[in-house]
């Protein structure tokens, strides 16, 4: 836990995509803050205690507190950070290339990652007794899904990065989920701009930093 | 079909939740569209054709095209709009009003709609033989926990609106979703501040131009 706060506390499970976009983002925007972890898995989950429902009504990292704001939803806490922290913008002004980012970060906030994680992989085993098995071959096919999309609506676009040459929130979205990607095994040949985004995003110290493999409350077997 | 387009071009399905909330956002700043509808359910969907893929690589709707411009996905659609036609604001100035509004339509767009969502649907009884009732199950489980998570996170903030005495892109998406809790019976006794929100909308032309019951592809049946 990093006590050189600024006002700054984010919520956050190392493992959870969602809380590593913000990681990046706060990485990005050089805003240190202090981490606060909330046990997913721990005694039935630990952001389901009525003192975390408080902060956060729907249960889920992450959560940013600044000052007297409480924001969840990663969409609305990057978007936060741009309005108070504009460098480096990660939804870009002009209105067609900022509604372009957003669609792109939507492919992977709503269109995939809400369908495989944890609340719904629990869901689906009560109400389906899905098997462990069943339940990675559901998650790989929302991530292949998703990417394909990807792929293809970057394909005019991107260059190191989502967008050109220049880091945005697309970005922030994209490296989480491919790190999902990689644990379920969904191979990415066919997603060859997106492996050079990721390369290119493996070698800058803001997102190395914001791994699930280098937080605070990551176990020594991760 | 309005024709009346100026350059603006809406794929919309008449009971889509995500075009409903971008139908009501073009309503509120007067944008005239021409409408097209994407049959959704005819022969496999209309949004898997090849055509239709190059719009939107996501294969789903809605998309708008406005010029040379195609967007899709609902929260960078309505961010386009109040970039380019800011009356009225859809996502307020200031930057935790606007992240509060963000939220909200998350806890929708990314919370609870994708999870119930057709295709969703369709793999749930391809995978897991999902039955009707099952599937009904499902849909209502995952709308009334996001409505809990709404009406606690607008507990202090509510009015006539989501928030306060102004319409907001909240407003947009909440409004669909009731819809949904409706058609899935979910009961809203629950929240009545949800419930109070609905009627003030009920009562906005805008809001009721842009019903699932009065589309140019709503079937005579629904």
Redesign the interface.
């Known amino acids: 836990m990093t006590m050189t706060s600024n006002n700054f506390v984010l919520y956050s499970y190392f493992r959870s995509s969602a809380s590593y976009r913000v990681r990046i983002a706060l990485n990005l925007k050089r805003i240190n803050y202090e981490y606060r972890a909330v046990p997913l898995l721990n005694k039935g989950g630990a952001q389901h205690s009525e003192e975390y ?1 408080k902060l956060n ?4 990292v992450p959560t940013l507190i600044h000052g007297d ?1 409480v ?3 990663s ?3 990057i ?2 950070l741009d ?2 922290k504009p460098e480096p913008l990660l939804f870009p002004k002009g ?2 290339q ?3 980012v ?2 792109a970060c ?2 992977i ?3 995939a ?3 495989h994680n944890l609340r ?1 992989l629990q ?2 085993e009560k ?2 007794a ?1 098997t462990e098995a ?1 339940k990675n ?2 998650t790989a ?1 929302w991530i292949a899904t ?1 990417l ?3 792929e ?2 970057l394909s005019k676009h991107a260059g190191n990065f989502c967008f050109g040459q220049r880091v945005t929130a697309a970005d922030c979205f994209l490296i989480p989920h491919l790190a999902n990607a990689d644990r379920f095994q969904v191979p990415l040949d066919p997603y060859p701009k997106l492996t050079r985004i990721r390369a290119t995003c493996a070698s800058i110290n803001e997102f190395q930093k914001a791994s699930p493999l280098s937080q605070p409350d990551t176990p020594p077997s991760a």
């Not at 009504?57 to 889920?60: K, V």
């Open positions: 429902r009504p729907s249960n889920q704001h924001i969840g939803q969409m609305a806490i978007d936060y309005q108070i209105a067609f900022r509604a372009l957003i669609q939507e492919v906030n709503s269109g990652q809400p369908l719904v869901e689906l109400r389906f899905a069943q071959e559901w096919f998703s394909t999309a990807l293809n609506l």
